[in-house]
């Protein structure tokens, strides 16, 4: 329920580092005052309400007794013979709620204090002892969660007909199409008590490996640096490609010397998904793509309408990589290019101050409507944005919500870059999400990974276009471009390999482990399916290098970054279309993220099918037209 958006979990091209401007303190942005949600993690009305968390947990505890009882018998439960289980599921939800409320606002500030100053040790308690509550709230929840999946519609409706319980119809709904899928509770508690140290643990191990792993990286200058893979990695966005070549093969031999514990990382995972489907398989059949689809709501038909649309482009995302190789003098990109920045000018830029910075995106939004504008100035009036500079703060930018408050909060380090820039206006736009969802109650204000990223990018669009009509300087339009560009080349070649990778890679894995070779196979077919002739060779150990395979709660964690590219894409066609009429059509979009399926609000407020193919091919016209910008620039 708490609405993390992390910029470092996004392909970075959207947030590719500007090495052009003039940075530093003066440009620095403002500091957040968060005082208004609690003083400090240590001061008395945190404890209190950690306190408070606790003792709602011990309710919910005993609150799920009789909820566990009926759990046997859940699929005849009557609402009317069974009127005492509807009230105990009732007060359940009410409490839970509360709980997660509580739960979520303290773990938010905890996270904003450590976020500013990583040596906080009081905040990193307090995260820790919040995950471990958070798992007693899951732990009390799963008789509840059952219940409702295998309960009659009748008794369903009887819950749902209070004005608390109203709000998790749709929630709820959709964990009842999965009723066929669940196990006997006592299995259910089994797999989750069994997920940390068998499913997490592959997960925490790939964490280990990649955080201490060192990689070699032999410099242009004949000087060898020995560096951490984050490091090593964001060298990959420098300007100078010799030097990010010889970061690529630092950090392909560092991932070739593990490649055994990476193969049996992404063969153990994806083996317990395969044994947990069998399990759930009892009454239908469960398909590998099942889960993600679910969790992005989404179905089959619109996977595969994107897919197509995608298949068909492939060629308009070569065309970026091709024009970006001809900015950089080669005939071909490598693999050590694909996040590279705009090759850099002579002359750095003076950079945009804070201010400017602010002023700018402001007028973006007020483009868009007024009121956008003005929610903007609220933001830094009211003192919602981090942006400074400080030796201890982490890096990256989200935007995080305070679910007791509602009050967004965006957080970001500004030093006057343009990138920085584009990162506010998108950070802001997740604010903005959340300012329109406030007195949406918050089962209802959850929304999938699929249209999470809408709102920011739609954000970002606004700036875009604002930019690129009032730059006056060459270099920041062409800045601009290159970053379309290689939008086109991630969202329409990079993404769509990563999952024909994985796609492919669980084909094959019930007939037994796949090797370290045999992965990289499947790696190199997928990128010469996606990436053809467009670089001079392709990336056999992207499958080792990228975490978004190794992680245990997701899988495919990757075709949803171009739906919602695309989506937003296709959002902000609208804007042009239903003209004064457009904002009213936007907001009410942004409000049913968190309660429609994605094809039941593209219908409603668009008035579009995105199970078909035409709807993602209108929005990749829109990138076709950025690349042929790009190639007219690059070319000029
Ligand atoms: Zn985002």
């Given at each position: ?52 968390l ?27 013979k ?8 009732q007060?359940f ?15 938010v500030?905890?996270n ?32 509840f ?9 009748a ?7 209070s ?19 669940f ?95 069998g399990?759930?398989?009892h ?47 080669v ?11 705009a ?32 929610f903007?100035?609220d ?25 007791a ?18 990162t506010?206006?998108h ?22 990974m ?94 080792a ?32 279309e ?17 309660r429609?399926?994605?094809?039941d ?9 995105i ?18 910008r790009?190639?007219?620039l690059?070319?000029?």
């Amino acid at each position: 329920m708490i609405t993390i958006h992390d910029t470092t979990m996004f392909p970075p091209s959207l947030f590719a580092p500007d090495g052009a401007t003039g940075t530093g303190q003066e440009h620095a942005g403002p500091a957040w005052d968060l005082s208004g949600e609690y003083p400090s993690v240590t001061s008395p009305d945190y404890t209190a309400d950690m306190d408070r968390l606790r003792g709602l947990i011990t309710q919910l505890d005993a609150m799920s007794k009789p909820i566990a009882d009926a759990v046997p018998r859940a699929a005849g439960l009557d609402p009317a013979k069974d009127r005492a289980v509807v009230d105990a599921c009732q007060a359940f939800a009410g409490r839970l709620v509360e709980a997660f409320t509580l739960q979520g606002n303290l773990a938010v500030y905890a996270n904003c204090s450590s976020s500013v100053d990583g040596s906080d040790d009081a905040a990193k308690t307090a995260r820790g002892v919040l995950q471990t509550l958070g798992a007693g709230i899951g732990a009390a929840h799963a008789a509840f969660k059952l219940v409702m999946a295998l309960c009659p519609d009748a008794f369903f409706e009887a819950f749902l007909s209070s004005e608390t319980t109203a709000p998790f119809r749709f929630s709820l709904t959709q964990e009842r199409k999965l009723k066929a899928r669940f196990l006997p509770l006592d299995v259910e508690k089994t797999l989750s008590t069994m997920s940390p140290d068998g499913l997490s643990a592959w997960g925490s191990m790939y964490n280990n490996i990649t955080g201490t792993v060192r990689c070699q990286v032999k410099k242009p200058d004949g000087a060898t640096d020995t560096l951490g893979l984050a490091a090593a990695a964001s060298m990959l966005k420098k300007p100078d490609r010799a030097l990010r070549e010889a970061a690529w093969r630092g950090i392909n031999a560092a991932m070739a010397e593990h490649r055994e514990s990476f193969a049996s990382i992404l063969n153990s995972i994806s083996g317990w998904r395969y044994a947990e489907a069998g399990l759930r398989s009892h009454t239908e059949k469960v398909h590998f793509l099942d889960k993600a689809l679910h969790q992005s709501r989404i179905g089959l038909a619109t996977l595969n309408a994107l897919m197509d649309a995608l298949r068909a482009s492939r060629e308009l995302g070569r065309r970026a990589l091709r024009a970006q190789a001809r900015h950089y003098g080669v005939e071909r990109l490598g693999p050590w290019d694909i996040l590279a920045p705009a090759p850099a000018r002579g002359g750095a830029g003076p950079g945009i101050a804070f201010k400017d910075g602010l002023e700018v995106v402001r007028r973006a939004y007020a483009a868009v409507d007024p009121s956008m504008g003005d929610f903007v100035s609220d933001m830094a009036k009211k003192r919602r944005i981090e942006g400074r500079v400080l030796d201890r703060k982490r890096p990256g930018a989200y935007c995080t919500e305070f679910p007791a408050s509602r009050n967004p909060f965006v957080f970001t380090t500004y030093q006057g870059a343009l990138s920085e820039l584009s990162t506010l206006a998108h950070e802001l736009g997740h604010a903005y999400h959340c300012e329109v969802m406030r007195d949406i109650p918050l089962v209802e204000a959850d929304y999938p990974m699929t249209l999470a990223e809408t709102a920011s990018t739609f954000g970002e669009a606004a700036l875009g276009d604002l930019l690129a009509k009032d730059a006056a300087d060459p270099g920041t339009v062409f800045d601009l471009a290159w970053a379309d560009a290689q939008d086109a080349a991630t969202f329409l070649v990079n993404i769509p390999a990563r999952f024909e990778f994985e796609r492919r890679f669980y084909e094959k894995r019930p007939s037994g482990p796949v090797s370290a070779d045999g992965l990289c196979a499947l790696t190199r077919e997928a990128w010469e399916e996606w990436y053809g002739d467009a670089l001079s060779d392709y990336d056999d150990y992207y499958w080792a290098s990228k975490l978004h395979f190794h992680m245990p709660g997701v899988s495919f964690y990757n075709f949803p970054y171009s739906f919602g590219y695309l989506f937003s894409l296709g959002v902000y066609a609208k804007k042009d279309e239903l003209g004064p009429r457009f904002h009213t059509a936007y907001v009410g979009l942004l409000r049913d993220t968190g309660r429609m399926e994605a094809e039941d609000l593209a219908a409603k407020h668009l008035g579009v099918d995105i199970t078909k193919s035409a709807f993602w091919e209108g929005a990749i016209d829109m990138v076709r037209a950025k690349v042929e910008r790009f190639e007219g620039l690059a070319s000029s």
